[in-house]
């Protein structure tokens, strides 16, 4: 059903709202949702207030709207998300308690990098990563390992697209980030030297299949030093290939392309 005739549903225009909060606006109020979504302040006040009824959203005090609780629990119902989640965490923690560093799960979204899951601590470099959030492949070393292993037309659009600095030494020419990611391809690991933050070294591994395919990438963020690679890639390597047989193992196992 249509409202008012032609034009978009209701349900995209819901969509659009809740579109609208992201990792860096994770509280919005009217009229901020308004501009991001070019919906009419009545037409959205009345969709917010369908929304916080239903529990998608939530109105706080000083009349922001923020991601409710009932949207993470249907997230949570998904098959492919809940499954590499449940897999992996086992491994991440095993490889957090050994570090007390960032420890990262990250799958491929849209030509970017996807955080899914994370384990951090007091000790741990603070560095810009959430749950939920996705940045740019080129300046982490989850984002290098999913990029090697994507398919052409992946590669192809981000070699050719223009590749954001985020620090003095993130790599931003295509013929240097296309020798990095052969690399990776030839030793199944990859790096990111204060690319995204600086201080911060960081290192990945691919999770694969059952038949092979790179479905994640599982990261480690510590603080740089020159003997970074040596002493964290091995355990990186080792908790990857973990998860790699545990999926391997898991019959009927949905994780998509």
């Not at 009932?70 to 949570?76: A, D, F, P, Q, V």
């Not at 384990?119 to 290098?144: D, N, V, Y």
């Not at 697209?161 to 690399?183: N, V």
Request: with cysteine.
């Amino acid at each position: 059903m249509r409202e008012g005739g032609p034009g978009p549903s209701v349900t995209s225009k819901a969509l659009a709202i809740l579109g609208a909060f992201t990792p860096q606006k994770p509280k919005l109020r009217l009229m901020e949702i308004c501009r991001a979504t070019g919906l009419k302040a009545p037409t959205a006040h009345r969709l917010l207030g369908e929304l916080v009824e239903w529990g998608a959203l939530e109105k706080l005090a000083d009349g922001q709207y923020r991601i409710g609780l009932r949207l993470w629990e249907i997230g949570s119902l998904s098959p492919r998300s809940r499954t590499l989640r449940e897999i992996a965490r086992p491994f991440m923690q095993d490889l957090y308690e050994a570090t007390r560093e960032n420890v990262h799960l990250a799958v491929l979204r849209d030509s970017q990098v996807l955080y899914v899951e994370k384990f951090f601590g007091r000790r741990s470099i603070r560095i810009p990563t959430h749950i939920g959030e996705r940045l740019p492949l080129h300046p982490t070393s989850a984002g290098k390992v999913l990029l090697a292993f994507s398919p052409p037309a992946v590669q192809d659009q981000v070699l050719r697209s223009r590749l954001q600095r985020f620090t003095p030494r993130t790599i931003t020419r295509p013929g240097t980030l296309g020798q990095i990611l052969t690399e990776v391809r030839r030793t199944g690991i990859a790096t990111a030297v204060e690319e995204l933050t600086m201080g911060a070294f960081s290192i990945a591994a691919p999770i694969v299949d059952g038949e092979g395919r790179t479905i994640a990438a599982l990261s480690l963020v510590v603080r740089s030093s020159p003997n970074a690679p040596d002493r964290m890639g091995p355990a990186v390597r080792t908790a990857a290939h973990g998860i790699s047989r545990m999926l391997a193992q898991t019959p009927d196992l949905d994780i998509g392309a």
